[in-house]
């Protein structure tokens, strides 16, 4: 059990600072959306993936490592957003897997940045760097959605763990 804090408290730590990189993102993203009505399911997505990483947090800190109780409806907030994460790291590892698997995917991807530089008449970056950054992009996104998952379901067993910490009154600040 011990191990399982200390590895849940490094994800814990670690999820929450992306999820304020995120947060960033999510905000630019909402602008964009309130043109474009299709992205907002990804906007959509993308706050329930931060909402989980800062609500698990608040669990982590005020219940597992001081032992205090929480509001009921943080349980709830943590469950219902933990099921759109899911969707979210499941959907980057199917997306990275297919995209690595077909390298004329990469080759669009190309073609599709080549054709931006001529529209924009900026000077041309080099195609070998545009893939490496690209490739990084991909990875990390892979080792977030592996790491958001592994979080995930150890935030369930100690929610099973510690239904005890989720009463009606919780105590004060």
């Not at 730590?13 to 992306?18: A, D, F, K, N, S």
């Not at 931060?50 to 943080?74: D, E, W």
Request: aromatic residues 12%; charged residues 15%.
């Amino acid at each position: 059990m011990k191990k399982l804090i200390v590895y849940y408290k490094v994800a814990s730590y670690i999820l929450i600072v992306i999820a304020g990189i995120l947060s960033l993102v999510d905000v630019f993203s909402l602008l964009i959306a309130l043109a474009n009505p299709i992205m907002l399911l990804s906007v959509f997505i993308l706050t329930g993936v931060i909402i989980y990483s800062f609500a698990s947090f608040t669990f982590f800190t005020r219940s597992i490592q001081n032992g205090r109780q929480c509001k009921p409806n943080l349980k709830d907030w943590i469950k219902v957003n933990a099921y759109v994460s899911i969707a979210f790291g499941l959907l980057v590892i199917v997306q990275n897997i297919s995209f690595f698997s077909s390298p004329a995917n990469m080759n669009e991807v190309l073609k599709q940045v080549n054709e931006m530089q001529r529209q924009m008449k900026t000077p041309g970056v080099a195609t070998s760097t545009i893939m490496s950054t690209f490739k990084t992009i991909l990875y990390f996104m892979v080792v977030y959605a592996l790491l958001l998952l592994a979080h995930i379901f150890m935030t369930f067993r100690l929610l099973k763990e510690n239904n005890h910490l989720f009463g009606d009154k919780p105590t004060q600040d």
